[in-house]
């Protein structure tokens, strides 16, 4: 058993697909045309770290419902968390590239950890280790 995969309402499909393949570093592992449940088209596309089995599901926003909830699926907690080998490294990268940081790095007892937003706006922690 595993998780396959975690939705992320976004705005824009493409926007949202060059910043967690362009920015993150993620692979874009599927873009394929589908349907809504009443028929209409919409795109199925799933990134994921490098590697990784567990993907996120890009969903565009479909309603006011679902426009409410761009950037606070959460309820502006952090609710992901991206782990690197490389912590350093990886918050100069994503700062070079323009990523939002809320706090500054911190060392905790499970390791470095920084704040950043995600293209739709939600909470993420970058976590290296110690």
Known sequence: MHLELVT???VDYDQAIQFF?????FELAEDSPS????????RWVVVRPPGA????????????VQAAAVG????GR??????????AAAYERM???GVTFLTEPRSEPYGR??????????????????
């Open 8 to 10: 992320i309402v976004v």
């Open 21 to 25: 393949v362009e920015t993150l570093g």
């Open 35 to 42: 349907l809504t449940n009443d028929g209409r088209p919409k």
């Open 53 to 64: 089995r567990t993907g996120m599901l890009l969903a565009e926003t479909d309603g006011d």
């Open 72 to 75: 606070n699926q959460v309820a």
């Open 78 to 87: 952090v609710g992901f968390f991206l782990r690197v080998d490389d912590f």
């Open 95 to 97: 700062t070079a590239a």
């Open 113 to 130: 950890v920084a704040v950043f937003l995600d293209i739709a706006g939600n909470r993420w922690d970058l976590l290296g280790p110690a």
